[in-house]
């Protein structure tokens, strides 16, 4: 199976502050990448697709990058309805493998 | 509006069998994978496996092969995660969610399902 690594597990930030979190894939996976937010009781939300793709309808303060094994996804402004769990996850083969999720605090 | 409704929660006995449901509505049920994903109380996402509802191809982690059963009525536009013996450790919530099928890199989920918690407990 491939493995997914995010970096932070969690951070705190501010209101305001941009914010970077990143993913790592234990092999290439070129740009087989989406990211997802969830808040708290609530179901996944889908962000990005192909590592840099925004889904429908997602503000663009969110954007992705990276190739290969390295990918970063990035929120430009933090906002108060942005604090939330991150994933990342390979869409690259089967078992499609998450990272352990990066929880978004407010300092 | 595209979406996938998901059954209720359940609570079970260990040793139990269940089957929970996720129907999907407004696109064609036939042409997206529709996916199961388990997250254990305060614990993070775990890629269950993946069903073609247009010709019942499925395709399962490691981790849940011989654990659960997939399957789908494609008649009634609606996917099944099934156990035959549920277990105290089975205690999580189930989301399902949708994937195209474009052997590329859009092949992500885009939509979820609310989700279904599952109780096993004596």
């Known amino acids: 199976d491939i493995q997914m690594t995010q970096s932070p597990s969690s951070l705190s930030a501010s209101v305001g502050d941009r914010v970077t979190i990143t993913c790592r894939a234990s092999q290439g996976i070129s740009n087989y990448l989406a990211w997802f937010q969830q808040k708290p009781g609530k179901a996944p939300k889908s962000l990005i697709y192909?590592?840099?793709s925004l889904q429908s309808g997602v503000p663009s303060k969110f954007s992705g990058s990276g190739s290969g094994t390295d990918f970063t996804l990035t929120i430009s402004s933090l906002q108060p309805e942005d604090f939330a769990t991150y994933y990342c996850?390979?869409?690259?083969?089967?078992?499609?493998?998450f990272g352990q999720g990066t929880k978004v605090e407010i300092k | 509006e595209v979406q996938l409704v998901q059954s209720g929660a359940e609570v079970k006995k260990p040793g139990e069998s269940l089957k929970i449901s996720c129907k999907g509505s407004g696109y064609s049920f036939t042409s997206y994978w529709i996916g199961w994903v388990r997250q254990m109380p305060g614990k993070g996402l775990e890629w269950m496996g993946i069903i073609y509802p247009g010709d019942s191809d499925t395709r399962y982690s490691p981790s849940f092969q011989g654990q659960v059963t997939i399957s789908a009525d494609k008649s009634i536009s609606t996917a099944y995660l099934q156990w035959s013996s549920l277990k105290a450790s089975d205690t999580a919530m189930y989301y399902c969610?949708?994937?195209?099928?474009?052997?590329?890199?859009?092949?992500?989920?885009?939509?979820w399902g609310q989700g279904t918690m599952v109780t096993v407990s004596s």
């Open positions: 969610a949708r994937q195209n099928d474009k052997a590329a890199a859009s092949d992500a989920f885009d939509i």
């Open positions: 996850q390979q869409v690259y083969t089967y078992p499609r493998t």
């Open positions: 192909a590592a840099s």
